[in-house]
């Protein structure tokens, strides 16, 4: 079992910037998909960014821009860079990790980010 610990949601004005860790709880394969999803109240869950072993990048068109993922493989933990936060960038972000290679995926157990205006 693995196990996504996330940091560094929090409270920021427009405008600002804030960085999302996630570290997986142990080794895992070298082939595998990292990514951020958000939850806005009321909305569904939805991709924001994903980062592949490969290094292969894929982000929601809005946050293309003013968002950069990122990984380090030898630590196993995918990053966040949030910049130009929007008051609609308010919501739970969620970690994923997919090993397809195990036929697994993991989910963080999210960290709120709010925007204020």
């Known amino acids: 079992q693995v196990q996504l610990v996330e940091s560094g949601g929090g409270l920021v004005q427009a405008g600002g910037s804030l960085r999302l860790s996630c570290a997986a709880s142990?080794?895992?394969?070298?082939?595998?998909?990292m990514g951020w999803y958000r939850q806005a109240p009321g909305k569904e869950r939805e991709l924001v960014a994903i980062t592949t072993s490969g290094g292969s990048t894929i982000y929601a068109d809005s946050v293309k821009g003013r968002f950069t993922i990122s990984r380090d493989n030898a630590r196993n933990t995918v990053y966040l860079q949030m910049n130009s936060l929007k008051p609609e960038d308010t919501a739970v972000y969620y970690c994923h990790l997919n090993i397809p290679a195990w036929g697994s995926n993991y989910w963080g157990q999210g960290t709120q980010v709010t925007v204020s205006s």
């Open positions: 142990r080794s895992i394969s070298r082939t595998n998909n």
